[in-house]
């Protein structure tokens, strides 16, 4: 197996983390009454929301009660592609957005707040990328789905965190050396995992990049029957940590399956809407960001995905501003490698 070192000549951008933002409290009549007007407006305008597991309680809520989705990117993916809905309105970050516009570019897809990027993206530019590609001429190249059009275009293969250690055995079995990107714990965990012979871009999720494995070790001595949930973009000694490793989609299932009252998790806190849903009773407890090296930009909740709010979503149908817009001939590119994961995840459910 190649053990070659990241890259130590690559200087990436500095990615500005945002504060948290802080929407005005609602009362109850107040959260049903926009949630009324947002139906009314979805059914009027031919519209469906999806929203990522990380956006807010109210926001995923809304995405179920309307006919909508609350999924991870995969799924998310899938979901606006196969809906007949003229328009499609993404509660998340961009690239999520702007992955709905490649696959249905006939549709219209709106944001609550197209500025919601990701750090990954932010820190993956395509110029920069595609000059790192081209040092690698004889690697396959993969990117995580955290990315924007522009690096999609330039990739052979898009995955999201729940096939990606299978298309990496796909790949190793079949001779091909990865070049991958952008996240690097993800994808150290993956060539840990399948054996393929990987060279990394050296990104990082501020939200998982936070969790601290010696805290971690503290808080499983506290409670030893927890089970511990950890999300792969999450560095290598709290995965070690791990009685699950998973996508979204993954952690969500294990919280229903295990036998365990207790789990920790090491993911956006976002997630647990929908943990409580699926499974009610069990004690969900966030994995520490706090420690030896700390500095929480996070605190295990992602900024960007807290942009997207019932007030913003509300304006985006009233006004139909913020429509994601992907140039054609860069759309048909990303398509490609997008459809190719695809395709793929449709092979592994059989």
């Known amino acids: 197996m190649s053990k070659k070192a990241e890259p130590r000549h690559l200087i990436l951008p500095t990615v500005v983390v945002p ?18 007007r947002i139906k009314a407006l979805l059914q009027e305008k031919d519209a469906v929301l999806v929203a990522h597991y990380y956006t807010s309680a109210d926001l995923q809520e809304l995405a179920e009660e309307s006919g909508g989705c609350v999924a991870d990117s995969l799924e998310m993916a899938r979901f606006g592609h196969e809906h007949p809905a003229a328009t499609l309105v993404v509660a998340g970050v961009r690239f999520m957005g702007e992955t709905a516009k490649i696959l249905n570019i006939e549709k219209r ?38 990315t924007s059009a522009a690096v999609k275009a330039r990739s052979d293969w898009v995955v999201t965190s729940g096939i990606a250690l299978a298309l990496a055995r796909h790949l190793a079995a079949r001779g091909e050396k ?57 560095p290598a000694q709290v995965i070690a940590q791990a009685d699950v490793v998973g996508s979204t989609t993954a952690l969500i299932e294990a919280v229903v399956r295990l036998p365990n009252q207790e789990f920790i998790v090491a993911t956006d806190k976002g997630i647990f809407s929908k943990m ?28 960007w995905m807290g942009m997207n709010s ?28 997008i459809r190719r994961m695809l395709d793929f995840a449709r092979q592994l459910q059989g």
Request: glycine share 4%.
């Open 178 to 234: 990865i070049l991958w990107a952008p996240d690097r714990h993800l994808g150290h965990y993956v060539q840990e995992q399948s054996g393929a012979e990987m060279v990394f871009w050296p990104g990082s999720c501020v939200v998982h990049e936070e969790f601290r494995a010696v805290a971690l070790e503290r808080l499983r001595r506290i409670h030893p029957q927890a089970a511990v949930l950890v999300h792969p973009e999450s």
């Open 109 to 146: 897809v709106l944001m609550p707040d197209p500025g919601a990027t990701c750090s990954l993206d932010e820190a993956c530019p395509a110029e920069l990328f595609s000059a790192f590609c081209d040092q690698y001429p004889d690697h396959t190249v993969v990117v995580y789905a955290n």
């Open 19 to 36: 504060p948290h933002p802080v929407w005005p409290s609602l009362s109850s009549e107040e959260k049903t009454a926009l949630k009324t």
């Open 310 to 337: 019932l007030q913003n979503l509300l304006t985006v149908l009233e006004t139909g501003s913020n429509e994601i817009l992907v140039p054609p001939e860069l759309a048909a590119k990303a398509l490609v490698p």
């Open 276 to 303: 409580r849903q699926s499974a009610p009773g069990k004690v969900l407890l966030e994995a520490p960001t706090v420690g030896e090296g700390a500095t929480c930009q996070s605190c295990a909740s992602c900024p």
